[in-house]
């Protein structure tokens, strides 16, 4: 893990002059986004998972001021409520070790075919929170290589995050592709001015971005609203060329123990899939809670996982995210 990098050291941070008013708007909104976020592991004693997504946030917003300044105050309200061990450890740039931890977790099956399932994405309305140490971002929504299929752990390791609809980035997607907005009225500008301080390509154009990333969500969109959804292994049975990310270039979802779908990568096509109001969609399944597969009616197939959420789903049943 990088060590901390304190803000006075950050080489470059735009002046406020040259940062666009919707901008300007959408990294207020992103902090507040991340600071709820933080606070709700902390409340649920995800100790290391808050700590890593600070590290993660300060990493990749290195050069926007008002995230460093949230996270420099997330990281010191969390120092302050953690033990004073863990916060030696932490201050030595380590993350807070957390106690008691199980035993490795267990798999279904590592197959990307046997963690495939049909859902209706109106089921996936929160962010899913993965505090099993070790397997956050980087394992669950990272590089290839690194993926897991149909991980399962203890019910405490899976649990409900942020409602989608508060992300700031959902919205800016949900007033282009619902309202019809044009990309600048929908906020885009916001999108562009982030992705140049993300990646550290200040010399990004808005005309290049406007060209080049979301003209390729306008085409994203176009393609579902007129071929259906397909899986990245239906694509390439079809002869399509796929992403970097090949068959794991998908919606992806952890289950918790309430059965809820709990989004965690492929944010445009959901959004795009609940704009268009499709029956079903293919998700990918990373991690599943173990007290859900024990109440399975048998042996996990994905068959057998869709009946069970569908006829949780249905009228007389819980719902899948209620409030």
Same mark, same amino acid.
């Given at each position: 893990?990088?060590?901390?990098?304190?803000?006075?050291?950050?080489?470059?941070?735009?002046?406020?002059?040259?940062?666009?008013?919707?901008?300007?708007?959408?990294?207020?909104?992103?902090?507040?986004?991340?600071?709820?976020?933080?606070?709700?592991?902390?409340?649920?004693?995800?100790? %290391?998972?808050?700590?890593?997504?600070?590290?993660?946030?300060? %990493?990749?917003?290195?050069?926007?001021?008002?995230?460093?300044?949230?996270?420099?105050?997330?990281?010191?309200?969390?120092?302050?409520?953690?033990?004073?061990?863990?916060?030696?450890?932490?201050?030595?740039?380590?993350?807070?070790?957390?106690?008691?931890?199980?035993?490795?977790?267990?798999?279904?099956?590592?197959?990307?075919?046997?963690?495939?399932?049909?859902?209706?994405?109106?089921?996936?309305?929160?962010?899913?929170?993965?505090?099993?140490?070790?397997?956050?971002?980087?394992?669950?929504?990272?590089?290839?290589?690194?993926?897991?299929?149909?991980? &399962?752990?203890?019910?405490?390791?899976?649990?409900?995050?942020?409602?989608?609809?508060?992300?700031?980035? &959902?919205?800016?997607?949900?007033?282009?592709?619902? %309202?019809?907005?044009?990309? %600048?009225?929908?906020?885009?500008?916001?999108?562009?001015?982030?992705?140049?301080?993300?990646?550290?390509?200040?010399?990004?154009?808005?005309?290049?971005?406007?060209?080049?990333?979301?003209?390729?969500?306008?085409?994203?969109?176009?393609?579902?609203?007129?071929?259906?959804?397909?899986?990245?292994?239906?694509?390439?049975?079809?002869?399509?060329?796929?992403?970097?990310?090949?068959?794991?270039?998908?919606?992806?979802?952890?289950?918790?123990?309430?059965?809820?779908?709990?989004?965690?990568?492929?944010?445009?096509?959901?959004?795009?899939?609940?704009?268009?109001?499709?029956?079903?969609?293919?998700?990918?399944?990373?991690?599943?809670?173990?007290?859900?597969?024990?109440?399975?009616?048998?042996?996990?197939?994905?068959?057998?996982?869709?009946?069970?959420?569908?006829?949780?789903?249905?009228?007389?049943?819980?719902?899948?995210?209620?409030?």
């Amino acid at each position: 893990m990088r060590r901390w990098l304190p803000l006075s050291t950050r080489p470059w941070s735009a002046p406020a002059s040259l940062i666009p008013a919707g901008a300007q708007a959408l990294d207020r909104q992103q902090t507040a986004f991340l600071r709820d976020s933080i606070r709700q592991l902390t409340r649920h004693g995800a100790w %290391e998972q808050a700590w890593a997504l600070i590290e993660l946030s300060n %990493e990749v917003h290195r050069y926007n001021p008002l995230f460093s300044r949230a996270c420099e105050q997330e990281r010191a309200r969390l120092l302050r409520r953690l033990h004073p061990s863990r916060r030696r450890a932490a201050r030595m740039g380590g993350a807070p070790p957390l106690d008691g931890l199980p035993s490795p977790f267990g798999h279904l099956s590592g197959a990307y075919d046997q963690a495939l399932i049909a859902v209706d994405p109106q089921w996936i309305s929160y962010w899913g929170c993965i505090t099993y140490p070790g397997l956050g971002h980087g394992r669950f929504r990272g590089r290839k290589q690194r993926r897991f299929c149909n991980a &399962v752990v203890d019910e405490r390791f899976v649990f409900r995050g942020l409602a989608l609809a508060k992300d700031p980035q &959902v919205r800016i997607l949900r007033r282009r592709f619902e %309202e019809g907005l044009s990309w %600048e009225a929908s906020g885009g500008k916001a999108l562009w001015h982030e992705t140049r301080l993300r990646t550290d390509k200040t010399s990004l154009s808005w005309a290049r971005f406007e060209q080049r990333q979301l003209a390729w969500w306008d085409q994203l969109f176009d393609t579902i609203r007129r071929d259906g959804y397909f899986s990245q292994a239906q694509l390439l049975a079809q002869g399509a060329a796929l992403g970097r990310r090949g068959l794991f270039n998908e919606i992806e979802v952890a289950i918790n123990a309430a059965g809820d779908l709990l989004f965690l990568e492929g944010k445009h096509r959901l959004v795009i899939a609940q704009v268009l109001r499709l029956p079903r969609v293919p998700v990918l399944v990373n991690v599943w809670s173990r007290q859900v597969l024990e109440r399975l009616d048998g042996p996990y197939t994905p068959a057998l996982a869709e009946t069970w959420l569908a006829r949780l789903a249905s009228p007389g049943s819980p719902a899948l995210s209620a409030g």
